[in-house]
């Protein structure tokens, strides 16, 4: 093992400019935990929010971005099988993944579905387990409800569209800005895609229900859009916020949630332990894989670049002109 490795990490807050690779030590993997040595990197949102300096990592996890890898495990901790060393899995890591390796509890990795390589896998954990999370266990979805996804392609947004309809049966509107991304979101299995630039677009997306609403809402937006959200709620509905990029501050009619016995909730997913990000583990593994092993799922990934080139990588998410994942490759792949 070596005693050093590269990164990729964040100088100060600021632009992808501010993204530099350095050498550091190699991190010892802990009780419970592998190290992984990285051949793919999934990029996500909350690096991006990261390296701006407006998502800082949780008490204890790795200072590096990146919470998606997919690798070799080059070692195991003091509590974890031996045996494990060789095996190619794929993680939802706490941070970190921005390396040559990366130490991650061995509850929130999973081997690689059937066929699937290190990049098609890195693209996989943040946003199926988001999705997850959200959709089915805070946003309790029920077979033949009707799910609003805002942003339908982001990686999320591509995932929740997915598990609503391949394992719930549900029917699905999914928001984009452009014709191109709204036709992912249908190819997908949505069964209407609206133009949320459009100013009309709350009034598309109740026509769009038959005028009845909608029982879940998934948004990363916040601000102004949660009142319109709400409206759009059917009685029982449930709105699931996952981040608040336009605005903290909503305005809400809570007589309307009240009478409408209606749901507002959050949540975010990197602060949880391992035990309740194992159990999300556990569940792509048994429902999800088998989907993506036969082709029924897919995660698109729109580029991939070198380790060298992850301030382009940055500035594909900063345009926002990505559709599907964006993944680099680890060091010695580039």
Same mark, same amino acid.
């Given at each position: 093992?070596?005693?050093?490795?590269?990164?990729?990490?964040?100088?100060?807050?600021?632009?992808?400019?501010?993204?530099?690779?350095?050498?550091?030590?190699?991190?010892?993997?802990?009780?419970?935990?592998?190290?992984?040595?990285?051949?793919?990197?999934?990029?996500?949102?909350?690096?991006?929010?990261?390296?701006?300096?407006?998502?800082?990592?949780?008490?204890?996890?790795?200072?590096?971005?990146?919470?998606?890898?997919?690798?070799?495990?080059?070692?195991?901790?003091?509590?974890?099988?031996?045996?494990?060393?060789?095996?190619?899995?794929?993680?939802?890591?706490?941070?970190?993944?921005?390396?040559?390796?990366?130490?991650?509890?061995?509850?929130?990795?999973?081997?690689?579905?059937?066929?699937?390589?290190?990049?098609?896998?890195?693209?996989?954990?943040?946003?199926?387990?988001?999705?997850?999370?959200?959709?089915?266990?805070?946003?309790?979805?029920?077979?033949?409800?009707?799910?609003?996804?805002?942003?339908?392609?982001?990686?999320?947004?591509?995932?929740?569209?997915?598990?609503?309809?391949?394992?719930?049966?549900?029917?699905?509107?999914?928001?984009?800005?452009?014709?191109?991304?709204? %036709?992912?979101?249908?190819?997908?299995?949505?069964?209407?895609?609206?133009?949320?630039?459009?100013?009309?677009?709350?009034?598309?997306?109740?026509?769009?229900?038959?005028?009845?609403?909608?029982?879940?809402?998934?948004?990363?937006?916040?601000?102004?859009?949660?009142?319109?959200?709400?409206?759009?709620?059917?009685?029982?509905?449930?709105?699931?916020?996952?981040?608040?990029?336009?605005?903290?501050?909503?305005?809400?009619?809570?007589?309307?949630?009240?009478?409408?016995?209606?749901?507002?909730?959050?949540?975010?997913? %990197?602060?949880?332990?391992?035990?309740?990000?194992?159990?999300?583990?556990?569940?792509?593994?048994?429902?999800?894989?088998?989907?993506?092993?036969?082709?029924?799922?897919?995660?698109?990934?729109?580029?991939?670049?070198?380790?060298?080139?992850?301030?382009?990588?940055?500035?594909?998410?900063?345009?926002?002109?990505?559709?599907?994942?964006?993944?680099?490759?680890?060091?010695?792949?580039?």
């Amino acid at each position: 093992m070596t005693q050093t490795m590269r990164v990729i990490e964040i100088s100060a807050p600021g632009g992808p400019e501010v993204l530099r690779e350095a050498i550091r030590p190699c991190p010892v993997p802990g009780p419970g935990e592998v190290l992984l040595r990285v051949q793919a990197i999934g990029l996500n949102r909350p690096d991006v929010q990261q390296r701006r300096g407006l998502y800082p990592p949780p008490p204890g996890a790795s200072d590096l971005p990146g919470l998606d890898a997919a690798g070799v495990v080059a070692a195991v901790g003091p509590n974890v099988d031996p045996g494990m060393i060789g095996q190619q899995r794929c993680a939802l890591t706490n941070g970190g993944a921005y390396a040559e390796f990366c130490a991650v509890p061995v509850l929130q990795t999973m081997p690689l579905p059937e066929g699937f390589t290190a990049a098609q896998a890195a693209a996989l954990p943040e946003a199926l387990f988001t999705a997850w999370n959200n959709v089915v266990w805070l946003g309790r979805l029920q077979p033949g409800e009707t799910l609003l996804v805002q942003g339908g392609t982001s990686g999320v947004g591509m995932a929740a569209i997915q598990i609503a309809r391949q394992l719930f049966d549900a029917r699905v509107i999914a928001t984009a800005s452009t014709a191109e991304k709204r %036709r992912v979101c249908l190819d997908l299995g949505a069964e209407a895609a609206v133009d949320y630039t459009a100013g009309d677009w709350p009034e598309q997306v109740r026509a769009a229900t038959g005028g009845r609403g909608c029982d879940v809402i998934l948004d990363a937006q916040a601000g102004p859009t949660v009142a319109r959200h709400l409206e759009l709620l059917d009685y029982d509905g449930r709105l699931i916020l996952i981040a608040s990029h336009q605005s903290p501050q909503s305005e809400v009619d809570t007589r309307s949630l009240v009478r409408r016995r209606l749901t507002l909730a959050g949540s975010t997913l %990197r602060p949880r332990d391992a035990a309740y990000k194992g159990r999300l583990a556990e569940v792509q593994v048994a429902k999800v894989w088998p989907l993506l092993a036969q082709g029924k799922m897919h995660m698109p990934i729109c580029a991939t670049f070198s380790f060298d080139a992850m301030q382009d990588a940055h500035r594909m998410l900063d345009a926002n002109r990505q559709i599907g994942k964006v993944v680099v490759m680890g060091p010695e792949g580039s």
